[in-house]
Nanobody, 121 residues
Framework: EVQLVESGGGLVQPGGSLRLSCAAS????????MSWVRQAPGKGLEWVSA????????RYTDSVKGRFTTSRDDAQNTLYLQMNSLKPEDTAVYYC??????????????WGQGTQVTVSS
């Protein structure tokens, strides 16, 4: 059974940092491109970032470029999202998902419970 478990969210002040983790089971992260997706209150899903199989290439939505960094530890079967210089508009539930690198689409077949990130003073 494919499972994704996100963690690391919390309440942080504007300008602060958080590191999210996504622990995968039931499949090998090393064989997949992976992504982070978020959903702000009252809004739809927004793709945030992606990392290629092997981790040599990354992509980011414009609003997080230069502030967020996606990485992976294939030995731990875990995906990470380092978020710096956080802004109130980054407030959302963050999910990890498999990603189709060529089609630039995240897969919604398996979702974890997400982790809440709240940026507020």
């Amino acid at each position: 059974e494919v499972q994704l478990v996100e963690s690391g969210g919390g309440l942080v002040q504007p300008g602060g940092s958080l590191r999210l983790s996504c622990a995968a089971s039931g499949f090998s992260v090393s064989s997949n491109a992976m992504s982070w997706v978020r959903q702000a209150p009252g809004k739809g899903l927004e793709w945030v970032s992606a990392i290629s199989t092997g981790g040599l290439r990354t992509r980011y939505t414009d609003s997080v470029k230069g502030r967020f960094t996606t990485s992976r530890d294939d030995a731990q079967n875990t995906l990470y999202l380092q978020m710096n210089s956080l802004k109130p508009e980054d407030t959302a539930v963050y999910y990890c998902a498999k990603y189709n690198w060529d089609l630039r689409l995240f897969e919604r077949s398996s979702w974890g419970q997400g982790t809440q990130v709240t940026v507020s003073s």
